[in-house]
């Protein structure tokens, strides 16, 4: 195994420091709670953003069943005009910014590494940090729950009605400070892991070699990294508007209020496709395992991804048809809108060429895989008819709308989020879920997410138009509503059954004396189901070497002498046994949750008073110089005479 | 390994039972749901629907978008079995049966296919070449018609109700915005003031527009971003502060048309409602006329001046009723828009705040149907112009239409307790808890001389 | 087994293999991890400042549209004298001072150049002239940011207020903004010459004083946009 035998040599002209720049060591032999809150391993903080999005999935939830409770009758009083707004504000920003988008990036941060043969991250802290910005903002926002009630913008949050003059409650400063500070994780995020992808891949893995959900999460990457500085710009300008009387969206200066509209949708449509594109990687992990055939069209899967990472910054004013964009506009955007249809149907026409002469293994991850390329595609289509202008301007905030995006992100984004955690949760904990509560799950899923959604697009087409807290006996909304209320009941209690499953699986599976699952439980074909499961902390025991996409599985199957696949070696013959001896791995640290739970201090300041705002930023300061002056590592095994101490990093 | 995928095997085989039914059940899911949405459309009446489902009372401008659309929905539905119906059919046919399963059966390994990738790339991608053309050519046709009608009318958003001002003298302007008694293009570069062209009318909520004439709007707002949508006239245009976008609407039938405030504005965006009343030339006419004249002063001691009176302690700060020597100078309510709803015609209107109550109820001709209800397209039109203290000359029942006296006083004593508002903001009217019920009897009698 | 993991295992350990480009430990593109990162990161500033420029752009046409109808509102946020120039000039040049600003500009324009040289320096080992320059380069940072100072000041006792009209949140805000890159930009050359001074840059930190650099270039080649935009196009 990799055991360290001596120092490799040192490169001439190199003095090797034995003193750290910084007055603190870094935590060692962590265990517990410290452990987690000090951790860098890309693991360990990829399931602290799935637990944390899915905390966050339950405040979204609870809000959306609300929301649906006020709607099963006409005139109901059940939530005030003012609750109202607040609520389904919160919801789709709590859905869209702490749920989907960390859900995606728990898989990234858990998979990336393992799926391109690396031991982690480029930048493990700057990963640990990224996470703890993300849940420290995602906090903040919920704390106005407490403080004001909750944001009351919507969540596109539009000028001039975000402005103190219209929004005079504390409220739309914690969705504008709140987010501000999640998408310094974001941003951070996208540059790691972008990096990551790109320079610490396994020796041979090409970058057409790459995993489809590797390549799907790089292009979500880039979307990020050029998306989110044009929202925090927006931000802002918002946050100088409320705050510090500047006149960027005041209209008595003559201001523009379509700035905000632009800026927002810069932001906004590329943010629809880096939602939904982690979850296209991931089908597109599972369906080829489960059809027991390689994914038909690689290149045209790589290629469609990019394709719709390009053409979704060409598309953004399809959001702002009615807005007064003027018809050349209308008429550029709206074409471009429908031609971004053309890469989402290659991609769906793959996915049903790879099931087409396959064997398929229906499991829970499969229907869920299956379940996003039928729910998707009717958003898909529902998305064409309101590409279509003239048609949008019938259509567009009215219910029509709310029931495409829910097909595309609920029926996309989710179902493919949990056709991944059904795929990857042996991998991750070391024991399968249930399949029995799985099919539950997903048919109850479908049911109620179809019963929820689908009258939604009659709803709209009849007239009834989104945000309404209310509406009348004569508008003729009652029976939809009401089936979609029942919908709504039935998709919470049936998401629920996830976690019933998890806690199902993992008991049964701790009376059994926790068996060992097997390093590939789905006779699977990448390369971290070489691995031990749950995967070690070190990745890998030797960084493996790839000669081929789904490299794994052809490791498994050879022809033999007549041109038949045969299998040569199971996955568990092959897997490495998981001996992290003399793997070296980096130590944890404080500052990244320091320095990320520093900002939420400045943010309050920015709302309450700015004296506090002093405390906030020193603390700031002090971890930005904590960070870059920490040793490199535990001195006591910084010891391989490889490399200085360390450096300095910029505050990105 | 294999005693392990074999396992595995043996654990589908007892789901798959399940699964058998299943895809059925999705299918009979759909089919109940297609034909509960028949049922239901035939049920209810639906005033906001942007399909014309009984064939009659669309304009012309949402009928050349439904002839837009319906074919590509055709499309759509057509694309939509496919796909989903293939995705099903392969579910179906190529499961594992689990007596069946062996890891060493592999099928067949296809990787692709280059032709079929191009193929499914440049056919979807024609046949939304061919959509878009159609589409391209109804967004030119629909933009340009957009100023070619005859009366042009400006609406303003405001939180949450309509204005609408009609440019009756036809000069494109619509405000004295510098107060120099003289309209022109200088007050319209400057921004939307209340000092109406003297020539032109105004009133709220309510848009009234003669049948078979294309009217022109130029829609725009005090405050936030609204919306205007009345969809069986047309689709919607947003009302952003600081622009003026032109749209249009076209009847071709009279009656009424409603709609909704569609784009969030705050706290009662709900109840931010308005309809359109399509009238026959002739009576659009007369109403017009009817608009242009100042409010009559009612006589001295009476009910209705006492009325009178208590408006202008409480109301006039912010409530315009013009008698003919309304001074704009003058008037700076305590609003950030700076307008509440000009109440000189108060009377002639149907409905009221943001058009969520009727101003009157009951059977206004007699003919044993209730005529009154602010959301619904029913109102029968023809007998708009007609008012209560009229109705009696058309209809023996006249007694049974009458003021909506009891909802008009609780508005007025306690507006914020009917419509969320925020009057502390100076967003919305306030409460008058001070009012008598006396005082709130002689307002009410008031309004309604406001005819 | 082989070193392989052993190599993997220490790139890990420090965050980044940075500082190993030059012991021919190679990443799959052959760029460092740290550079690749700074140049993903310069990418995204770079949707930030093109936000707030088209904002500023939009910003200022929309309030001299105003200023030319006459907009009381407007109007009663400025100074007699600044409106009757912007009126007569149909621009909002006349609260500019172009030769001075060109200056400052030239400063900042030349700390690029003498942080050329400082990474020259660092890249020979040479100490002394690494601080020389690294110090020379945060001086003429210093020497922009007084100069911004300067014209802010200017700019308020001429009457453009940051919370009165559009132009003045606009230029403030994208001017002030610029500013506060480059004072990061400052505050990052002091650390490393307080590094230099305790002996701490070697050649090793060639590449972290090569990052802080590749930053300041792209500061002052967004400050060269934003002078263009804001200050010589009319």
Redesign the interface.
């Known amino acids: 195994?990799?055991v360290?035998e001596e120092p490799?040599a040192l490169?001439s002209?190199?003095?090797k420091?034995r003193r750290p720049?910084g007055a603190f060591s870094r935590p060692r032999n962590a265990t517990g709670l410290v452990d987690w809150l000090t951790t860098v391993d890309h693991k360990k903080i990829g399931i602290m953003y799935g637990m944390a999005a899915m905390f966050f999935f339950i405040i979204g939830g609870v809000a959306a069943l609300l929301i649906r409770l006020q709607l099963a009758a006409p005139n109901s009083t059940i939530l005030?005009?003012?609750t109202?707004?607040r609520v389904f504000t919160m919801h789709g920003t709590i859905m869209v910014f702490l749920v989907v988008m960390p859900i995606g990036a728990a898989f990234a941060n858990y998979l990336l590494p393992l799926q391109i043969g690396?031991?982690?991250v480029?930048?493990?802290?700057?990963n640990a940090f990224s996470f703890w910005v993300f849940l420290a903002g995602g906090l903040m926002l919920n704390s106005s729950w407490f403080l004001g009630g909750g944001a009351?913008?919507?969540w596109f949050n539009?000028a001039?009605?975000n402005g103190a003059?219209?929004?005079?409650s504390t409220g739309i400063d914690f969705w504008n400070l709140g987010l501000f500070i999640a998408g310094i994780g974001s941003?951070s995020g996208?540059?790691?892991l972008?990096?990551t992808v790109?320079?610490?891949?396994a020796p041979g893995?090409t970058l057409m070699r790459m995993p489809v959900f590797v390549w799907m999460t790089l292009v979500t990457q880039f979307l990020l990294?050029?998306?989110?500085?044009?929202l925090?710009?927006?931000q802002?300008?918002l946050l100088?508007?409320r705050q510090?009387?500047?006149?960027?969206f005041?209209?008595?200066?003559?201001?523009?209020?379509?700035?905000w509209q632009h800026?927002f949708w810069?932001f906004g449509h590329p943010e629809v496709y880096l939602m939904i594109l982690p979850a296209f990687g991931i089908v597109s992990e599972v369906i080829p395992t489960f059809?027991?055939?390689?994914i038909?069209?690689?290149?045209?899967m790589v290629f469609s991804g990019i394709a719709i990472g390009f053409m979704g910054w060409g598309v953004w004013a399809h959001h702002m048809f009615?807005?007064?964009i003027g018809?050349l506009s209308?008429?550029a955007f709206?074409?471009a809108t429908?031609?971004i249809?053309?890469p989402t149907?290659?991609k769906?026409?793959?996915w049903?060429?790879t099931?087409?002469?396959?064997?398929?293994?229906?499991?829970t991850a499969m229907l869920f895989s299956?379940g996003l390329?039928?729910q998707f595609?009717?958003g898909g289509?529902?998305g064409?008819?309101h590409a279509?202008?003239?048609?949008?301007?019938?259509?567009?905030?009215?219910y029509y709308i709310v029931a495409h995006f829910h097909y595309v992100l609920f029926g996309g984004a989710l179902f493919g989020f949990f056709a991944g955690l059904y795929f990857w949760w042996p991998k991750i904990f070391g024991y399968k879920l249930n399949?029995?509560i799985g099919?539950w799950n997903f048919?109850g899923m479908?049911?109620g997410f179809?019963?929820t959604f689908?009258?939604m697009h009659?709803l709209g087409?009849?007239?009834?138009?989104?945000?309404?807290?209310?509406?009348?006996v004569?508008?003729?909304f009652?029976?939809?509503n009401l089936?979609s209320t029942i919908g709504s009941f039935i998709l919470g209690v049936t998401t629920l059954l996830l976690f019933v499953n998890a806690w199902k699986s993992y008991s049964e599976w701790k009376a059994a004396g926790r068996p060992n699952v097997?390093a590939?439980?789905w006779?699977a074909r990448t390369i971290e189901w070489s691995i031990q499961s749950p995967a070690p902390e070190?990745n890998?025991?030797?960084?493996p070497t790839v000669s081929d996409l789904d490299d794994f599985w052809h490791q498994k199957?050879a022809e033999d002498d007549e041109g038949k696949?045969?299998?040569v070696a199971?996955?568990?013959?092959l897997a490495q046994p998981g001996n992290g001896e003399?793997?070296?791995?980096?130590?944890p640290s404080y500052w990244p949750i320091v320095l990320a739970f520093s900002l939420p201090i400045v943010g309050y300041g920015l709302i309450y008073s700015l004296w506090f705002c002093i405390p906030g930023t020193l603390l700031t300061i002090i971890s930005i110089?904590g960070w870059?002056l920490e040793p490199?590592?535990d001195l006591d095994i910084?010891d391989?005479g490889?490399?200085?101490d360390?450096?300095?990093?910029?505050?990105? | 390994m294999r005693n392990g995928l074999s396992h595995m095997g043996k654990k589908f085989g007892s789901d798959m039972k399940i699964l058998q039914s299943k895809p059925q059940l999705k299918l009979g899911l759909w089919l109940v749901g297609f034909l509960g949405l028949a049922a239901a459309c035939a049920d209810e009446s639906k005033p906001l629907n942007t399909f014309d489902s009984d064939g009659e009372g669309q304009g012309p401008k949402a009928t050349e978008i439904e002839g837009l659309i319906t074919p590509i929905f055709a499309i759509a539905g057509v694309v939509f079995v496919l796909v989903i119906g293939g995705a099903i059919l392969l579910t179906i046919k190529n499961r594992v049966k689990p007596e069946d399963y062996d890891p060493e059966d592999l099928p067949t390994q296809t990787h692709g296919n280059f032709s079929l990738e191009i193929m499914w790339t440049i056919a979807p991608a024609i046949l939304l070449a061919v959509i878009s053309v159609f589409m391209v050519q109804t967004i030119w046709d629909l933009e340009t018609k957009n100023a070619e009608g005859e009366l042009d009318v400006m609406v303003i958003g405001q939180q949450w109700w309509w204005e609408y001002r009609y440019d009756v003298d036809g000069d494109g302007f619509y405000q004295d915005a510098n107060g120099d008694g003289v309209v022109d293009e200088k007050d319209a570069e400057l921004p939307l003031t209340l000092a109406l062209d003297p020539d032109d009318v105004v009133t709220a909520n309510e848009l009234v527009i003669p049948v078979g004439q294309q009217v022109d709007l130029e829609i725009t707002s005090r405050d936030v971003i609204h919306s205007f949508w009345i969809p069986a006239l047309n689709g919607k245009r947003d009302a952003v502060p600081g622009r003026v976008h032109t749209w249009s609407v076209e009847a071709d039938e009279a009656g009424k048309y409603t709609g909704w405030c569609t784009e969030y504005c705050g706290l009662s965006h709900a109840r931010m409602r308005m309809s359109a009343i399509a009238l026959t030339p002739e009576d659009f006419e007369t109403w017009i006329a009817n608009q242009a004249e100042p409010a009559e002063v009612p006589e001295e001691d009476t009910k209705e001046w006492r009325g009178r009176e208590t408006f202008a302690a409480n109301c006039s700060s912010c409530h315009i009723v013009d008698e003919g020597d309304f001074n704009y100078d003058d008037y700076d309510p305590e609003l950030i828009t700076k307008a509440a709803p000009n109440l000189t015609h108060f009377a002639t209107r149907s409905a009221f705040a943001g058009s969520i109550y009727e101003i009157y109820l009951g059977d206004k001709d007699g003919d044993g149907q209730d005529d009154t209800d602010a959301n619904d397209n029913e109102l029968d039109v023809s007998d708009y112009l007609i008012l209560p203290q009229e109705a009696s000359q058309e209809a023996e029942s006249s007694a049974d239409y009458r003021a909506n006296s009891a909802q008009l006083k609780r508005w007025i004593q306690n507006a914020p307790s009917q419509k969320a508002m925020a009057p502390d903001e100076q967003r919305g009217m306030p409460a008058f808890p001070g009012l008598s019920d006396e005082q709130l009897d002689e307002l009410v009698a008031y309004l309604a001389t406001l005819d | 087994m082989t070193a392989i993991p052993v190599e993997d295992a220490v790139e890990v350990a420090d965050d980044h293999g940075s500082d190993h480009h030059d012991d021919g430990h190679h990443t799959s593109l052959g760029l460092s991890n740290m550079k690749l990162a700074m140049w993903l990161f310069l990418g995204s500033e770079c949707l930030l400042f093109g936000a707030l420029i088209s904002t500023y752009l939009l910003s200022k046409a929309r309030f001299l549209t105003e200023v030319l109808a006459g907009n009381p509102e407007v109007l009663g946020t400025l100074p007699a004298n600044l409106i009757e120039e912007f009126q007569a000039e149909g621009s909002v040049e006349p609260l500019f001072d172009i030769p001075f600003t060109s200056a400052s500009s030239f400063i900042l324009l030349m700390s690029s150049v003498t942080m050329v040289f400082a990474h020259q320096a660092i890249s020979k080992n040479d100490q002394r002239n690494t601080r020389l320059w690294l110090a020379t380069t945060a001086a003429l940072g210093s020497v922009f940011i007084a100069g911004q100072v300067y014209e802010f000041t200017t700019f308020y006792n001429e009457g453009l207020r940051f919370d009165g009209n559009l132009l003045g949140s606009a230029l403030y805000t994208l001017t002030g903004f610029h500013g506060v890159h480059v004072t990061v930009g400052i505050i990052m050359l002091l650390s490393l010459l307080v590094l230099a001074f305790r002996g701490k840059l070697n050649q090793d930190r060639a590449e972290t004083l090569e990052l802080v650099g590749l930053y300041w270039h792209f500061v002052d080649v967004v400050w060269v946009l934003i002078f263009t935009i804001v200050y010589l196009i009319p």
């Open positions: 195994m990799a360290i490799l490169p002209g190199t003095t420091a720049l005030s005009a003012d109202y707004n690396a031991r982690d480029a930048f493990p802290r700057i009351n913008g919507g539009y001039p009605n003059a219209f929004s005079p941003l996208a540059v790691n972008i990096t790109l320079n610490m891949r893995m990294l050029f998306a989110i500085p044009v925090t710009a927006a802002l300008l100088l508007d510090f009387g500047a006149n960027f005041n209209v008595t200066q003559g201001a523009d209020p379509l700035l800026l810069i059809s027991r055939k390689p038909f069209g690689y290149p045209f009615v807005s007064g018809p209308v008429t709206s074409v429908m031609f249809a053309v149907g290659v769906i026409l793959n049903l060429a099931m087409w002469g396959g064997k398929l293994i229906l499991n299956i390329v039928t595609t009717i289509l529902s064409v008819t279509v202008a003239p048609s949008d301007t019938q259509q567009t905030d009215t399949e029995k099919k048919w479908v049911l179809n019963l689908g009258p009659i087409l009849q007239g009834m138009a989104r945000r309404m807290q209310t509406y009348d004569s508008m003729g009652n029976l939809w089936v097997g590939d439980p006779d070190h890998f025991d030797v960084t199957y696949l045969r299998q199971t996955g568990d013959e003399g793997v070296h791995l980096p130590a110089y870059a490199a590592d910084d391989h490889h490399g200085p360390q450096e300095m990093e910029p505050a990105v």
